[in-house]
């Protein structure tokens, strides 16, 4: 049969509210990072992305904050809405490597 | 703009049984394509890889090949599935080297 899936972190967050949801990375070679959306039964969407040569990069409603010195990348959300639940992971990806590590997600909860 | 397709969206079929999934992406020349499984919560596992027509990594040993007769073009297959392939899998491109794209999923189930 299948195997019991991980219990994902959940942050829960108040509509109208901010929300931060961090990644730790593990590769300090890895010179590009992306977060992805993924709502229930649905393929990932790209939500945004930064290179290594940046700290911090805007979208609508969201910023990517990178740290390099401790390998840690946020994704802020602004005036979180109802449509903003989903589970949200990271990605990295290095030089000379057509793969993307994936990591496992937060589950984002907004309460109206 | 690029589109990527995958079909079907969801299928049941019995164990020992073969299995074809097809993805196809528009908008775009000679993009590197990869097929993923996620098992209900899991993250992605990467199954196979192509950067070209005809050439694929395998990342996982298992009873599931992959071909790339065209350029835009990337097919799953098993000729006798295992109660143990039930999950999501993705199809995403991506251009040279950088941020991949998914398609929709298909949700498969070996009963």
């Known amino acids: 049969g299948e195997n019991v899936g991980l219990h994902l972190p959940t942050l829960s967050v108040q509509e109208g509210d901010n929300s931060i949801i961090n990644c730790a990375y593990s590769?300090?070679?890895?010179?590009?990072f992306i977060w992805y959306k993924q709502e229930s039964g649905k393929g990932p969407q790209f939500i945004i992305d930064?290179?290594?040569?940046?700290d911090k990069r805007q979208g609508q409603r969201v910023t990517v904050l990178l740290n390099k010195t401790v390998k840690h990348l946020s994704l802020q959300i602004a005036a979180t809405q109802p449509g903003d639940s989903a589970v949200y992971f990271c990605?990295?990806?290095?030089?000379?490597?057509?793969?993307?590590?994936f990591g496992k997600g937060t589950k984002l909860s907004v309460i109206p | 703009s690029q589109t990527i397709h995958q079909w079907p969206a969801t299928l049941v079929q019995p164990v020992g049984s073969p299995l074809s999934l097809e993805c196809t992406v528009e908008?775009?020349?000679?993009?590197?394509l990869y097929w993923y499984r996620q098992a209900a919560g899991r993250g992605l596992q990467l199954l196979f890889y192509?950067?070209?027509?005809?050439?694929i990594s395998s990342e996982v040993p298992q009873n599931l090949s992959a071909s790339r007769p065209q350029d835009r073009q990337f097919i799953l297959s098993s000729k006798k599935l295992l109660l143990s392939d039930s999950g999501f899998y993705l199809c995403?491109?991506?251009?040279?080297?950088?941020?991949?794209?998914f398609g929709p999923g298909t949700r498969l189930t070996v009963t």
């Open positions: 995403a491109w991506s251009p040279l080297r950088g941020e991949q794209y």
């Open positions: 590769n300090s070679a890895s010179d590009y």
């Open positions: 930064i290179r290594s040569n940046m």
């Open positions: 990605a990295e990806g290095g030089a000379g490597s057509y793969q993307l590590t």
């Open positions: 908008g775009t020349s000679n993009p590197n």
């Open positions: 192509s950067v070209g027509i005809g050439q």
